[in-house]
């Protein structure tokens, strides 16, 4: 299994890494869905032999029950959720997080091709390394490159971004 790391302990988040985890996360979630489908089918199908029924197919029913019992959940919403092995609660709670993240951000203009999120205590540190990877910096970093004012030269990148928030921390988009 592979897994993509998105976190919002991060300083940098690569849009593509998101669409991805949501996609894992989304295929780990409906396997859990049909897994718990299959298991209320085989007690639908073993209850309708109502008059001859094994103590072995008793025994299934139960273990079956069981199964959905423990691996159903109710979310902060209200929402039904089935759990599975690649699927818990923390992988729902991380998968709302994702989803309201690039429902936010969405609208950026290369989202799906791959636009950066920048963790805003990070910003002014991502000035400083975009202006050296444009060349703009002179490469032994004397005076007069080691007195510019990076605050502000972020504050005037941060023209071209936009605010977003994931899980609670917020992150710059361009715009």
Same mark, same amino acid.
């Given at each position: ?64 029950? =069981?199964?959905?019992?423990?691996? $159903?959940?109710? /979310?902060?919403?209200? @929402?039904?959720?089935? &759990?599975?092995? !690649? %699927? ?51 490469? =032994?970093?004397?005076?007069?490159? $080691?007195?510019? /004012?990076?605050?502000? @030269?972020?504050?005037? &990148?941060?023209? !071209? %971004? ?14």
């Amino acid at each position: 299994m592979t897994r993509t790391e998105v976190s919002n302990y991060q300083d940098v988040i690569d849009s593509r890494d998101v669409i991805a985890r949501i996609e894992e996360l989304q295929g780990f979630r409906d396997d859990a869905k049909t897994t718990a489908e299959e298991k209320q089918a085989r007690i639908d199908e073993l209850e309708a032999n109502q008059t001859d029924r094994t103590e072995a197919e008793q025994d299934e029913i139960d273990d079956c029950r =069981d199964y959905l019992t423990e691996n $159903t959940h109710t /979310d902060a919403k209200g @929402a039904t959720v089935f &759990l599975g092995v !690649d %699927y818990g609660e923390d992988e729902h709670d991380e998968l709302l997080a994702l989803e309201s993240l690039q429902e936010e951000a969405e609208g950026c203009s290369d989202w799906q091709h791959g636009e950066a999120l920048i963790r805003e205590s990070y910003f002014e540190r991502y000035a400083q390394e975009l202006a050296d990877d444009l060349g703009y910096l002179n490469k =032994d970093n004397s005076w007069p490159y $080691t007195c510019i /004012d990076w605050e502000q @030269a972020a504050r005037e &990148l941060s023209q !071209d %971004y936009t605010t977003v928030t994931f899980d609670g921390v917020d992150y710059m988009i361009r715009s």
